[in-house]
């Protein structure tokens, strides 16, 4: 499974740094991306790992938002700084386009 950590309430500008875990299985962190869904909207890709390791972002996000990982610890990071009200919404990680976490929403809001 795959678990999300770090989401809460942040003020406009300001930075979170949300954690995708996955247990039960290894992983390979290129094949890991990041997903949000805001109220009422479709959920959209935010970042990713391209087949060659390079990291492709969402336009509202380039950047601003980091994607990194950790083999090592089954982990995969998002940074996201100079956070907007747009970026509110429930961040989703999801492994090579099956497994999805639960989840962990991001407000921005001041």
């Known amino acids: 499974q795959l678990v999300e950590s770090g989401g809460g309430l942040v003020q406009p500008g300001g930075s979170l740094r949300l954690s995708c875990a996955a247990s039960?299985?290894?992983?390979?962190?290129?094949?890991m991306s990041w997903y949000r869904q805001a109220p009422g909207k479709e959920r959209e890709l935010v970042a990713t790992?391209?087949?060659?390791?390079?990291?492709n972002y969402a336009d509202s996000v380039k950047g601003r938002f980091t994607i990194s990982g950790d083999n090592a610890k089954n982990t995969v990071y998002l940074q996201m700084n100079g956070l907007k009200a747009e970026d509110t919404a429930v961040y989703y990680c999801?492994?090579?386009?099956?497994?999805w976490g639960k989840g962990t929403l991001v407000t921005v809001s001041s």
């Open positions: 999801n492994y090579n386009g099956g497994t």
């Open positions: 039960g299985f290894t992983v390979s962190i290129n094949l």
């Open positions: 790992f391209s087949i060659l390791g390079r990291e």
